[in-house]
């Protein structure tokens, strides 16, 4: 079992900045991949970014390069992702989700943190 936790959520200005924190505890040697979703009012689940837990290999959907950064510390067992020149679009709660397995989906979830940007 893995537990995630979340923190940095919070309300800021459109092109202003947050930074999200993931903790991970229990198994976290057997983590393979940990990721940041978010969903918004009346929309699906995207998955935002995402980062394989050995390698460091990173993955962001289109309309958050070049302004968000994912990072983690395997010391630590933390990811962080850092979002700069955010945008009203981002409002929505971001979740961290950790898989196990490399191609398949993602086992754990933690319980979310809101993101409220304001235009």
């Known amino acids: 079992q893995v537990q995630l936790g979340e923190s940095g959520g919070g309300l800021v200005e459109a092109g202003g900045s947050l930074s999200l924190s993931c903790a991970a505890s229990?198994?976290?040697?057997?983590?393979?991949?940990v990721g940041w979703f978010r969903q918004a009012p009346g929309k699906e689940r995207e998955l935002v970014t995402a980062?394989?837990?050995?390698?460091?290999?990173?993955y962001y959907v289109d309309s958050v390069k070049g302004r968000f950064t994912i990072s983690r510390d395997n010391a630590k067992n933390m990811v962080s992702l850092q979002m700069n020149n955010l945008k009203p679009d981002d409002t929505a709660v971001y979740y961290c989700?950790?898989?196990?397995?490399?191609?398949?989906?993602?086992?754990?979830w933690g319980q979310g943190t809101q993101v409220i940007v304001s235009s």
């Open positions: 989700a950790a898989a196990l397995t490399l191609g398949v989906g993602f086992n754990y």
């Open positions: 229990g198994r976290t040697f057997t983590l393979a991949r």
């Open positions: 980062i394989r837990w050995n390698t460091g290999d990173t």
